[in-house]
T-cell receptor, first 111, second 114 residues
Framework: GNSVTQMEGPVTLSEEAFLTINCTYTATGYPSLFWYVQYPGEGLQLLLK?????DKGSNKGFEATYRKETTSFHLEKGSVQVSDSAVYFC??????????FGSGTRLSIRP | EAGVVQSPRYKIIEKKQPVAFWCNPI?????LYWYLQNLGQGPELLIR????????DSQLPKDRFSAERLKGVDSTLKIQPAELGDSAVYLC????????????FGQGTRLTVV
């Protein structure tokens, strides 16, 4: 079936550290891929997306590249800030508009 | 432009009582979703509407859950009767149409059943 598997948390880093959150997917066909972020007390916000193989999504210093050969969409940021502390969800969108989410990764950044 | 609006933000009820959640999607968005998010997990789709038609309700527990989207705009999700295991966050989202590659989420309703 169609699914998303992402790195389990929590992930705790110091400010200015390099961040990677792994995400792999299983899907029939060619999904669009997303990273959503959920800050404390807030709803889900789209962080970035990629709609086809080799596309790179980027926003707020975060990047992720759609790798069809490894079915991955890993999230990276070169220098994290305390304000990046949140829960991050990898997700895929199939042609029938059904969004499937991973289980989420909680990120905490220490000053 | 206003985003997806949900109410209430929080709800505490006793088990076996009914409860309803309301969602107002972004103006002009034809597709509306209700998701369930258990603690520490990703959201899971309950039901998807295209205008007023429920096109995917395969994950909706129909013995106690119901939803409607009258006139293809606002939507209501109801649970009757609520069980302890229904405690979760209920998220509403909308997108422009079936071919959209982005969905916008509301802040959710946190339900606690005691």
């Amino acid at each position: 079936g169609n699914s998303v598997t992402q790195m389990e948390g929590p992930v705790t880093l110091s400010e200015e550290a390099f961040l990677t959150i792994n995400c792999t997917y299983t899907a029939t066909g060619y999904p669009s891929l997303f990273w959503y972020v959920q800050y404390p007390g807030e709803g889900l916000q789209l962080l970035l997306k990629a709609t086809k193989a080799d596309d790179k999504g980027s926003n707020k210093g975060f990047e992720a590249t759609y790798r069809k050969e490894t079915t991955s969409f890993h999230l990276e940021k070169g220098s994290v800030q305390v304000s990046d502390s949140a829960v991050y969800f990898c997700a895929l969108l199939l042609s029938a508009s059904k969004i499937i989410f991973g289980s989420g990764t909680r990120l905490s950044i220490r000053p | 432009e206003a985003g997806v609006v949900q109410s209430p933000r929080y709800k505490i009820i006793e088990k076996k009582q009914p409860v309803a959640f309301w969602c107002n999607p972004i103006s002009g968005h034809n597709t509306l979703y209700w998701y369930l998010q258990n603690l520490g997990q990703g959201p899971e789709l309950l039901i998807r509407y295209e205008n007023e038609e429920a096109v995917d309700d395969s994950q909706l527990p129909k013995d106690r859950f119901s939803a409607e989207r009258l006139k293809g705009v606002d939507s209501t999700l109801k649970i009757q009767p609520a069980e302890l295991g229904d405690s979760a966050v209920y998220l509403c989202a909308s997108s422009l149409d079936t071919g959209s590659t982005e969905a916008f989420f509301g802040q959710g309703t946190r339900l606690t059943v005691v």
